[in-house]
């Protein structure tokens, strides 16, 4: 055996004991890493802060300054001083929930309340669970929520952009508001899209209230097809949630187009591009099976439509996708694919 092993050893391509090394899985590697996905995630979130800033001004890359730098030291301070472990902001994934937080507020919001949503995000939400691939919640939109329910004058204190980022801006309500509010006091759909000037054609391309995320879809949809081309997301999620709402959304505008918007405008305003994009999709809180995937969208694009027509809020993305991060580990126990070699019983 000795003198076996000896020749073994002296000839190429032949294995030896030392070749054999047990190990979990993954056997096999991509080459990806979390420095990198997140890196392409920022490119893909690149268009909408530069729209963002051309409409809102210089207020907004301010606000997204702030909200980045808050979320990078207050991880790193609580991973080098409280869990004595090494620092992991190189990762660049608090970079990433910065950005998401500061494009789901609206544009110049104050400092502290900037700051506030990091602590929620980054204290409490992802390190208070261990750090990165340990949380059940999405961060950036915990944050948006606490924010919301806490400080409702401030989050609901919407920008209108005028032009260009050196033109004046003024205060107004999201085309969401517009409806649920006049909806409420008695006018139809068509009274409240001529009377307000409502076109598809502002949703495409900005010039709309909402958080600096929502104004522009064109520049969603530039990311999309970057992190599709990139390889960093499957479609199945946000093919589910806007398919999902605009399946619902068109049942419920067939029966009364006077009193319900078509699914169309759900699709374009709001947040519906940016949480079905970049937050329902988020590696840690959304379901690793494609089965799973699609139950998860779809579920997240009916609740929203829910909470839009019939909730207090006229927007519900942000609620329908932590409702939905609740349930993703029994969606990866119950669609998780059968072992390969398991016997299949038949009759």
């Not at 004046?168 to 969401?176: F, K, N, Q, R, W």
């Not at 319900?260 to 949480?275: M, Q, R, T, V, Y």
Request: charged share 15%; net charge positive.
């Amino acid at each position: 055996m000795d003198e076996k092993m000896k020749i073994d050893e002296g000839m190429p391509g032949r294995f030896t004991d030392k070749d054999w090394v047990v190990s979990p899985a993954p056997h096999v590697h991509s080459g990806a890493t979390t420095q990198g996905l997140m890196r392409d995630v920022l490119i893909a979130l690149a268009p909408a802060l530069a729209v963002a800033v051309y409409f809102f001004g210089w207020q907004m890359l301010l606000t997204a300054a702030v909200s980045v730098a808050s979320c990078v030291a207050l991880e790193f301070a609580i991973q080098k001083y409280l869990m004595r472990c090494r620092p992991s902001v190189n990762d660049l994934s608090a970079t990433v929930t910065g950005l998401l937080l500061a494009l789901n507020l609206p544009a110049g919001a104050p400092w502290w309340l900037v700051t506030t949503g990091s602590i929620v995000a980054i204290g409490i939400t992802k390190m208070s669970f261990g750090g990165l691939g340990k949380n059940p919640f999405n961060p950036a939109l915990v944050g948006r929520v606490f924010l919301l329910i806490s400080f409702p004058v401030q989050m609901t204190h919407w920008v209108v952009p005028q032009g260009t980022a050196t033109t004046d801006a003024v205060t107004g309500a999201t085309p969401l508001s517009i409806i649920k509010e006049n909806l409420a006091q008695g006018l139809s759909i068509d009274g409240i899209v001529e009377r307000f000037d409502l076109s598809y054609w502002e949703l495409l391309f900005g010039r709309i209230g909402g958080s600096a995320g929502e104004v522009s879809a064109v520049a969603l949809l530039a990311g999309f097809g970057w992190l599709l081309f990139r390889r960093v997301i499957r479609p199945h999620i946000p093919l589910a949630v806007l398919g999902s709402m605009a399946l619902l959304g068109g049942v419920f505008w067939l029966v009364d187009p006077q009193r319900f918007i078509d699914p169309l405008f759900h699709l374009l305003s709001g947040g519906a591009l940016l949480g079905a994009i970049f937050m329902a999709t988020d590696y840690v809180t959304s379901p690793m099976n494609p089965w799973g995937m699609l139950i998860f969208g779809i579920g997240i694009g009916v609740l929203t439509i829910l909470i839009r027509l019939f909730g207090a809020y006229p927007e519900g993305i942000s609620f329908a996708i932590l409702i939905m991060n609740a349930t993703v580990p029994l969606l990866n126990k119950y669609t998780k694919p059968k072992r390969y070699g398991k016997e299949v019983r038949h009759g």
